[in-house]
């Protein structure tokens, strides 16, 4: 157990719907990190927020926005959803910003009809 | 549980033997690498990592090699077992990057009893 929660564990939706991910990082952590994994792409970096900052960004739609919030839980939200958004969507999060491992919660399945 | 990268390539190795997982990286201001195990259904659990002033790092049963002049990272798997079974990700992170992983496409790694 990495200690990372993430709900729900699966989401079917249909194309043009909006939902959000929840993920609650390891005690003591003030990184949060969300991943994109999809078949063909692997796991693609989507953003970053440490201390409810956001700190860096990847390959993150403008459709798909995050925030983390005072009590350090933050959530993704997947906005005018695409057949091409199905994919599993991870949270990580570490202590700080520098170079260290990241923990991994067990993913939300984002399954778009 | 989940298919993840149905197209990795793998390897296949029998109980008992010992395991070589390869990974060429990209960037070659790269400091920091990380291998990752990802089962069926979960998400990526760390598994050893090393930074670019080292050539090799031991933990339980997995030494990991980085060969800064080609770029590549290897992770051993000593006495391989059933329980070895999942898929393997290298990740590095560029210098000045905080702690913005990049990861590699993943190896299958299969183990026969």
């Known amino acids: 157990d990495s200690g990372v929660t993430q709900t729900p564990k699966h989401l079917i939706t249909a194309t043009g719907q909006r939902v959000t991910l929840r993920c609650s990082p390891r005690?003591?952590?003030?990184?949060v990190y969300w991943y994109q994994q999809s078949l063909d792409q692997g796991l693609q970096f989507l953003i970053q927020y440490y201390n409810g900052e956001e700190r860096a960004k990847g390959n993150i739609l403008e459709r798909f926005s995050a925030q983390q919030f005072p009590d350090l839980h933050s959530e993704l939200n997947l906005s005018s959803l695409e057949l091409g958004d199905s994919a599993l969507y991870f949270c990580a999060s570490s202590s700080g910003t520098h170079p260290q491992p990241q923990h991994f919660g067990d993913g939300t399945r984002l399954s778009i009809l | 549980g989940e298919s993840v990268g149905l197209h990795l390539p793998t390897l296949s190795v029998q109980e008992g033997d010992n395991s070589i997982i390869n990974c060429a990286y990209s960037n070659s201001a790269s400091d920091y690498f990380i291998w990752y195990k990802q089962e069926s259904g979960k998400g990526p659990q760390f598994i050893i990592d090393i930074r670019s002033n080292m050539d090799k790092r031991q933990g339980q049963r997995v030494t990991v090699l980085l060969n800064k002049t080609v770029k590549h990272l290897s992770l051993q798997i000593a006495a391989t077992q059933p329980g070895d079974s999942a898929v393997y990700f290298c990740a590095e992170i560029p210098r000045n990057a905080g702690n913005m992983l990049t990861f590699g496409g993943g190896t299958r790694l299969m183990v026969k009893p």
């Open positions: 005690s003591g952590d003030l990184s």
